[in-house]
DNA sequence: GTCTATCCTGTTATGTTATAACATACTTTC
DNA sequence: GAAAGTATGTTATAACATAACAGGATAGAC
């Protein structure tokens, strides 16, 4: 079944960061667009953690590595990303992260941890929004589903 | 059961603001805190319309009616009444919208018609994600759920 | 190979959303 | 009416995001 949320539990990151990278790789290709050293980068920026990063925050890497130091270099490479299926937008953040599940087409759910900022994808839940949209005959195309708590690790310890 | 989403269909909406207003009094009273006069007129402006507003746009009123012109104000009013819970943030909006429940303690699901920019608010059908947090151990504290798609009306002849 | 159309990147400038920090005024309690 | 707590006014700046245009790389047509 596979469908633990990644990020909250231990896991082999490095071959979970190429065989994203992968599968990013081939999905370019297959589609016929263009996986830039801008766009590879930024990607593997994002794959280095499971936690949201900022535009700001990716860019200020990129910059570091010469390759782009305004705003709408960052803006553009996460947005291609995001157009592709690559990365998430969190919006509760106002951060991007790397998809734990490329490659499927998916509606996501966010688990999001207020102490250590850590960002697990799940499959989406979404049945009962779907039943009260079709009951107001509202068509949804996109969903935001994002929950804000304690991760377990946090949780011991963190009574504040 | 009334569960019907407002903003979708018709209802009097000069009755839904003053019994809106009425149980903010209430709420405030009870609980011992201010409902002054920036308090008040913002949660006005906003249950004006079943829409969301931006923090700016708010302020424009604000100021409009000399009740305060610089950002903090207008901030400081929707930090009140979301926490009162009489108003709640729209994060794919960075907006605010007016509750359509007040005084039920509550977990709302919205649907925000991309065309008209109606937003409407339901009950939130979290079950599902719910089991997914508790499954990876997970402790939800908050939750942020919405659809972006088309309303009712906008459906009819909006195939763009 | 080179021309051309398209897509990508670099850059300037600006727009939008949000908060920190401090001063002043009001309200409640005693 | 003094003290404590709460709310507002104001300055300044931080953080997030995009419009618009110029230049460079890439890919397909010939
Ligand atoms: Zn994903
Ligand atoms: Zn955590
Ligand atoms: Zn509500
Ligand atoms: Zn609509």
Chains 1, 2 share one sequence.
Request: contains cysteine.
């Amino acid at each position: 079944m596979s469908n633990d949320p990644l990020g909250f539990c231990a896991h082999d990151h490095a071959s979970c960061m190429r065989s994203a990278m992968k599968a990013a790789q081939e999905a370019c290709a297959a589609r016929g667009v263009q996986f830039t050293k801008v766009r590879q980068r930024t990607l593997e920026i994002l794959l280095e953690s499971h936690a949201a990063l900022g535009a700001y925050d990716v860019l200020a890497r990129l910059n570091a590595e010469g390759l782009g130091s305004k705003p709408p270099v960052a803006y553009r490479a996460l947005a291609f990303l995001v157009e592709q299926g690559f990365v998430h937008r969190i919006e509760r953040l106002n951060a991007f992260i790397a998809c734990a599940r490329p490659g499927a087409d998916h509606d996501p759910a966010f688990m999001i941890c207020r102490a250590c900022g850590t960002v697990a994808e799940a499959e989406t839940a979404s049945v009962g929004l779907k039943a009260s949209a079709s009951q107001s005959g509202f068509q949804i195309e996109q969903t935001v589903i994002e929950a804000e708590g304690l991760c377990p690790t946090c949780q011991t310890g963190a009574g504040t």
